[in-house]
């Protein structure tokens, strides 16, 4: 996985509360069976003004001009400013995937769904969870100001804005780790594969109904 | 020491190890696939030279993809190339690793979160995982069933175990008894449009409380598969009799000997009287009623006698905003009643509400009536070749289709519309599904999210109506 240290970027501002994965992307571009190239269909229903098909050349269709990723000032953006409960809905990795073939490395918002979190980390795309009143704040600086960009950095656990004011934020160790390392889960995990091994044989003793393949 | 939850069981009974950093793995029993979020995955353990930890407690199927009609074509049928595709990845990836697969041609091929249980290859106290959000269905049999990403689909396949937090417990007690017409799916939306979208996020929940000890299982599982839509990843109803009778004499279900001492184990899988929650919310059950969503989001939702809301009386400006928002997709007007609302489709179907019971309740409704004449297709959608099987052994088939519904092969069809089952732009639908997202069921599509009763009632009407006043 790649490595999430620091970054520095222009910030976006989606302005609505609970979006969900299927306005992230729609289901008719799940129906790919790779990880890559769903950067153009990221917010599809909302970016275009016509009914997006898969495996179509998205530069020709009618755009949104209304649509925040469409305004000139926010085409670079990497940091997407967010609401509340962003990413709810399904457990699609494949909106992570979108936002990350997009360009965006980071999500800030005052909270998100769990699944959609989770994903974020597994392909460094780094979630922040920032205060409700920061959140606002931010919003309305990116808004007056524009190419307002914003730095974070992990290993310190902060985002600074353009004038040096700093607010720091929590993340889990493991995740953390796993992101500034950019390490790969599995290979973690198995590095206890012993213990797997202890607690599988000792559940086929005391539990083996779970180990029938049925008849 | 202070008792323990039914989270707190479950979660103990699966972990390998505890991380110092707060993170744990916890073993997986089971895992369900289908077509949509595992090709991915695949590929990932391809790449790394990885195989399967576990090839048996791995069954897939396709669900997501696969056409309502037709279906004696097997694949052929999938006039879609991508999807077809996408169906011939899953066929491919199980045949190369030897996993189970029920097969878009087997009668055992539904919707993952309907095979499940009804296979018995979800079984109580089991870790379940699949890549769908709506996995929480599995809950209902006290198992501790999550919904997961791809990356953790592969790593469940690579490693048999999930890293995992845990979670907060909540309770949530539906007290008295239901009335009459009111079901499960009842119950859930009335419970999201209390505590929110947002509001199970961190917890794990157990339902509990007279009116739950009351339902059956696939009652219990409508409620469980909706955790997700109150932001819940883990969803539960304690182990009685009601789940032991159920899972007895299914395939993968244990017999003599093991079958009796799976029992035992199985009536500890309910949380300790002195058991502490985090969070505790009441509802009084006989005092929720038929419920309909009106706006994008499961918790726009409310009574059939309500009425859908004024934003100019909602205080807090981001929510104002958001039913602006959504009565403008919704094409709905303030204060406008429930009952005033016309529908263009029906879908009855989606792994909440497609099991048989599902089928009956609907079909209790429509028999000897008519579809409405306004409405453009009404569609009755089995979760599983099996349900179709045992719906058309009562002859329920012959009531939709004497109603003029349609009656199709089994799949998610338009819960998400990634088949060629859509709404057309502006349409209202009633939906017997969970979600009622922007375009969740084609592009610009409309959803009210209803029980299967209501919406049979909403079929045989053209606009919503308390089903109640149907029922003899
Ligand atoms: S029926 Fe709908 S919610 Fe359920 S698994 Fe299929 S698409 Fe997902």
Redesign the pocket.
């Known amino acids: 996985m790649r490595a999430f240290t620091q970054h520095q970027g222009i910030v976006a501002p989606m302005d609505r509360s609970n979006v969900d994965t299927d306005m992230i992307i729609p289901k008719q571009f799940l129906k790919s069976i790779k990880r890559t190239g769903f950067g153009p269909n990221l917010f599809d229903e909302l970016r275009y003004l016509d009914e997006g098909k898969p495996d179509q050349d998205s530069s020709q269709r009618p755009i949104n001009p209304d649509f925040v990723l469409n305004q000139d000032r926010y085409r670079n953006a990497s940091v997407l400013l967010a609401r509340s409960n962003f990413g709810c809905g ?1 457990s699609r990795e494949h909106a992570p995937w979108a936002l990350d073939d997009f360009g965006f490395r980071v999500i800030i918002a005052p909270s998100f769904a769990d699944i959609f979190y989770n994903n974020c980390f597994k392909n460094g795309l780094l979630p922040i969870v920032l205060p409700e009143e920061v959140v606002d704040q931010l919003f309305c600086e990116t808004e007056e100001n524009e190419g307002y960009q914003l730095t974070v950095d992990l290993e310190a656990k902060t985002v600074t804005t353009p004038s040096g004011e700093s607010f720091s934020f929590e993340v889990d160790d493991f995740r953390r780790h796993c992101l500034l390392n950019g390490l790969d889960d599995i290979g973690v995990t198995l590095e206890d594969a012993d213990l797997i091994r202890d607690y599988e044989e000792k559940r086929r003793q005391t539990a083996p109904w779970l180990f029938n393949s049925g008849n | 020491m202070v008792g323990k939850t039914l989270y707190d069981k479950l979660w103990d009974d699966h972990l390998v190890k505890q991380r110092d950093d707060g993170s744990a793995l916890i073993y997986i029993d089971r895992q369900l696939l ?1 077509e949509v979020t595992s090709p991915q995955a695949f590929e990932g353990l391809r790449l790394a030279g990885r195989k399967p930890w576990r090839i048996d407690a791995n069954i897939a199927t396709p ?2 993809n696969v056409p309502t009609t037709d279906r004696d074509k097997g694949i052929d049928g999938i006039v879609d190339p991508v999807s077809r595709t996408q169906v011939e990845t899953l066929d491919k990836n199980c045949d190369e690793f030897g996993i189970l697969e029920f097969k878009i041609k087997d009668q055992r091929q539904g ?3 309907v095979i499940g249980p009804e296979q018995g290859a979800t079984l109580p106290g089991m870790s379940i995982v699949c890549g ?1 959000s ?1 996995t929480s269905t599995h809950g209902a049999f006290g198992c501790l069933a999550h919904g997961i990403g791809t990356s953790e689909v592969e790593h469940v396949l690579a490693t048999q175990c999930l890293v995992q937090k845990k979670m907060k417990n909540m309770l949530v007690k539906v007290n008295g008894k239901l009335g009459p017409g009111v079901t499960g799916k009842d119950v859930v939306l009335a419970i999201i449009g209390k505590i929110g979208t947002a509001g199970g996020t961190g917890y794990a929940i157990e339902f509990g409380g007279e009116a739950i000890r009351g339902l059956s299982m696939e009652a219990r599982m409508t409620i469980c598969n909706m955790s997700i839509e109150a932001g819940a990843r883990v969803g539960m109803v304690a182990v009685d009799d009601t789940t032991i009778d159920y899972v007895k004499g299914r395939p993968f279900a244990p017999k003599g000997e093991t079958w009796d001492k799976a029992v035992d184990y199985w009536r500890t899988l309910h949380s300790d009287d002195d058991a502490v929650f985090d969070k505790v919310v009441e509802l009084d059950g006989s005092a929720i009623m038929p419920q309909v969503s009106w706006g994008t989001s499961p918790e726009m939702v409310t009574g059939v006698d309500g009425a859908v809301p004024d934003p100019a009386k909602e205080e807090d400006p981001i929510k104002r905003e958001g039913i602006v928002r959504a009565l403008k997709y919704m094409g709905l007007q303030p204060n406008q009643k429930i009952t005033d609302i016309q529908l263009d489709r029906v879908f009855i ?4 509400n497609s099991r048989i019971e599902d089928l009956r309740e609907a079909a209790a409704v429509v028999k000897g009536r008519k579809v409405a004449s306004s409405l453009k297709q009404a569609m009755v959608v089995p979760g599983s070749g099996l349900v179709k099987a045992q719906a058309e052994k009562e002859g329920l088939d012959k009531i939709f289709i004497e109603a003029g519904l349609e009656w199709r092969d089994p799949g ?1 069809s338009m ?2 519309a ?1 088949n060629a089952d859509k709404l057309g732009q502006g349409e209202h639908c009633a939906s017997t ?3 009622n997202f922007e375009g969740r069921q084609g592009f610009g599509g409309r959803t009210h999210l209803v029980s299967p009763a209501m919406a049979a009632a909403a079929a045989v009407t053209g606009h919503f109506v308390d089903v109640r006043e149907l029922m003899h």
């Open positions: 399904s | 289908h669900d997501h919707i993952v979160h769908d709506h179907g989606s792994c909440t998610c819960c998400l990634m599904s969970n979600r």
